[in-house]
């Protein structure tokens, strides 16, 4: 199995839940992000983790091909990104998370592409080979 494959099969399923969830529950996602903001503790574990998972990406799917793969190393990338920001300027995090906070719009969009990155992972890692 090759690494793309792996990784699709791990993040397509868990993208797509998440998507789902979080076009059905917007409300429930809104109150989740306003007990995020306001622990430092969460912020700092969120960017651990988002650090950690972007980097394990990475190191197993660098890989910088114009097909459906390059979506698991953008991912990676975004990973260490987010991680990075979180744990270095944790402040700024309110602001961000409140643009969500009164915008459905911009929380379903984003619940949106989640599933649509779902799908193409799942299908991939699971139907397509």
């Given at each position: 199995?090759?690494?793309?494959?792996f990784?699709?099969?791990?993040i397509?399923p868990?993208?797509?839940?998440?998507g789902?969830?979080?076009?059905?529950n917007?409300?429930?996602?809104q109150?989740?992000?306003?007990?995020f903001i306001?622990?430092?503790?969460?912020?700092?574990?969120?960017?651990?983790?988002?650090?950690?998972?972007?980097v394990?990406v990475?190191?197993?799917?660098?890989i910088w091909i114009?097909n459906?793969s390059?979506?698991?190393t953008?991912?990676?990338?975004l990973?260490?990104?987010?991680g990075t920001?979180?744990?270095?300027?944790?402040?700024?995090v309110r602001?961000?998370?409140q643009?969500?906070?009164?915008?459905?719009?911009?929380l379903?969009?984003h619940?949106?592409?989640?599933?649509?990155?779902g799908?193409?992972?799942?299908?991939?890692?699971?139907f397509?080979?």
């Amino acid at each position: 199995m090759t690494p793309s494959i792996f990784l699709a099969k791990i993040i397509g399923p868990v993208a797509l839940v998440v998507g789902v969830g979080l076009l059905f529950n917007l409300k429930t996602y809104q109150l989740l992000m306003d007990d995020f903001i306001k622990s430092p503790a969460l912020i700092y574990l969120g960017g651990v983790v988002a650090l950690f998972f972007g980097v394990w990406v990475l190191v197993f799917h660098n890989i910088w091909i114009a097909n459906w793969s390059i979506v698991i190393t953008i991912i990676g990338w975004l990973g260490l990104l987010k991680g990075t920001w979180l744990l270095i300027f944790p402040r700024t995090v309110r602001k961000i998370l409140q643009v969500y906070q009164r915008n459905k719009g911009l929380l379903a969009f984003h619940s949106v592409v989640a599933i649509f990155i779902g799908v193409i992972l799942t299908f991939f890692g699971y139907f397509a080979i």
